[in-house]
């Protein structure tokens, strides 16, 4: 039986190399796409979440979120992704329309017709997820697992403490990893081990199919500021981490942890505090991603890019 998910994203490249993995894969009954305020703006990230599905051939419910944090100032990612979130290919304009049913609502709604099988997979701020457990409560219990792309275990990128999806909202980040369900975290310090470098992306390239040309196309747009910013030899494909682990979990290696949410003002705030030692003695609230196969990953993402 196909593991029932909910994506929840703010597309930007990797978002959108995410939903083309699920998208692709049968072992997953993806229920519908939740938009929210991040990388770019709401308006865009909905819009460049329907584009993927036209690309794709797909037809998904996609639902409009938050179109800002919950209490901070709103922040960008346009210098990472460009102004329309998804620079680089051409992307074929959407027939599908968005649902009138706010993310929040449809979150809440889908947990509990599926008590106990609905897995939340987000990628972006955590801006709807935390509306959706202040509006019903009685979800978290029922969420059998949360697969977030988010914080790090160490450094920052979008302040030296801090990761860009906990910093655009960390009052709601601090809402969902004290929710009390479980969490599996994806951060920084084993993203950035999963790069697609010249003759990763050279391979998707050899496909030839015209998802595979997008794919080629986000990556070598998403790879400039990697280059600057980071030395990289290639961009990092932080998010398709979330969908590869429920796919493959044994290409990651994970670690128990307490992990807090710093939203005191400074220098540290939004940052994800990781008690990898465990030497405050509280509970440990999140398995954290701390290793990644990377060449086992880019195989399956080339595998399942290669179904369309």
């Known amino acids: 039986m196909a593991q029932k998910i909910i994506i929840d994203n703010d597309p930007g490249h990797d978002d959108a190399i995410n939903l083309l993995l699920a998208l692709a894969s049968g072992e997953l009954e993806l229920l519908g796409i939740t938009c929210v305020h991040g990388n770019v703006g709401l308006d865009r990230t909905t819009l460049n979440t329907l584009k993927i599905l036209e690309l794709a051939g797909k037809n998904v419910s996609v639902y409009a979120g938050a179109d800002r944090p919950l209490l901070r100032d709103p922040i960008n990612a346009e210098s990472v992704h460009g102004k329309s979130g998804l620079e680089g290919p051409v992307l074929p304009n959407p027939t599908l329309a968005l649902k009138s049913q706010r993310a929040a609502e449809f979150i809440v709604q889908s947990v509990l017709e599926y008590p106990n099988e609905v897995i939340l997979v987000p990628t972006g701020p955590l801006t709807n997820i935390a509306l959706a457990l202040r509006l019903e409560p009685k979800i ?25 999806n906990i910093l655009a909202d960390p009052h709601a980040a601090s809402i969902v990893f004290s929710s009390g369900v479980p969490i599996v975290m994806f951060g920084l310090n084993v993203t950035h081990q999963v790069l697609a470098t010249p003759a990763r992306v050279d391979k998707f390239r050899q496909l030839g199919s015209k998802v595979a040309e997008a794919v080629v196309s ?8 990697y280059e600057k910013r980071y030395q990289f030899a290639g961009p990092a494909l932080h998010d398709p981490c979330t969908v590869a682990y429920l796919l493959r979990p044994e290409l990651f290696k994970l670690r128990e942890m307490n992990v807090e949410i710093e939203l005191g003002a400074g220098p540290s705030f939004g940052q994800t505090v990781c008690d990898v030692w465990g030497v405050t003695g509280k509970v440990k609230n999140a398995r954290v991603a701390i290793e990644a196969d990377a060449d086992g990953f880019f195989e399956l993402l080339l595998e399942r890019v290669g179904r369309y």
Do not use: C, R, Y
């Not at 986000?218 to 500021?225: I, N, P, Q, T, V």
């Open 218 to 225: 986000l990556l070598e747009f998403f790879k400039l500021s």
């Open 140 to 164: 978290a219990p029922l969420i059998p697992q949360m697969v977030i792309m988010g914080g790090s275990t160490d450094f920052g990128n979008f302040s030296p403490a801090a990761e860009f």
